[in-house]
């Protein structure tokens, strides 16, 4: 009994290993807030090439013979490869979704053909009451949204968005029950110069 009681005071006493033990409690939640702040700032630097090299390659665009290093048979995959080229070293195994719209001024993104004449005042184009509209985009009918795809014309209005959907760099959220990838976002708009006489729209009435 009296041994037991002994053995019972020293090993009270002793605090060899602590430090291994709270340090075991504490290293998970440690590493979680690491290594998702990393992931996070991996996040923030991946957006900022893609919005720097989507930027850049809508200026080079925008004159009349742009020069791009980048391989492609059209304008637009010249412009695409650009952006892959910059973003592909910091993203491995990202993939590239990447629009391209023009329009004939900067009034014309998200917004539907302007309604020239309204016959009946509501507001609202209708064929049937003979109305008149600005066809922005030529293509013989009244559309809410205005854009045309690729790169446009002298003076026209291009706007660049890209969507790029990774693997994240640290399995962090996939742990705690989230994702493994992530979907990182950006876009531009810029005015072609005015390298030659911008299109005029046509005005059509009652199609």
Request: glycine share 10%.
């Amino acid at each position: 009994m009296r041994m037991k009681s002994f053995l019972a005071r020293v090993l009270k006493r002793d605090t060899r290993g602590v430090s291994t033990v709270e340090f075991a409690l504490i290293s998970i939640p440690f590493f979680v807030i690491l290594l998702g702040g990393s992931d996070l700032s991996h996040h923030a630097y991946v957006r900022s090439q893609l919005q720097g090299a989507l930027a850049d390659s809508a200026r080079r665009a925008s004159v009349e013979d742009p020069a791009f290093a980048a391989a492609g048979t059209t304008l637009e995959e010249r412009i695409e490869n650009t952006v892959k080229e910059r973003v592909d070293p910091i993203a491995p195994g990202a993939e590239y979704t990447i629009t391209i719209s023009s329009f004939y001024d900067f009034s014309g993104i998200g917004n539907p053909e302007k309604l020239l004449t309204d016959n009946n005042g509501d507001g609202i184009y209708d064929a049937a009451e003979d109305d008149c509209f600005e066809d922005l985009n030529a293509n013989g009918e009244y559309d809410l949204d205005t854009g045309r795809s690729g790169v446009g014309g002298a003076n026209d209005v291009v706007f660049y968005h890209a969507r790029v959907t990774m693997p994240r760099l640290f399995p962090v959220s996939k742990l705690l029950g989230g994702s493994g990838t992530i979907a990182l976002e950006a876009s531009s708009a810029v005015r072609n110069q005015p390298y030659a006489d911008q299109a005029l729209p046509p005005v059509l009435c009652g199609v």
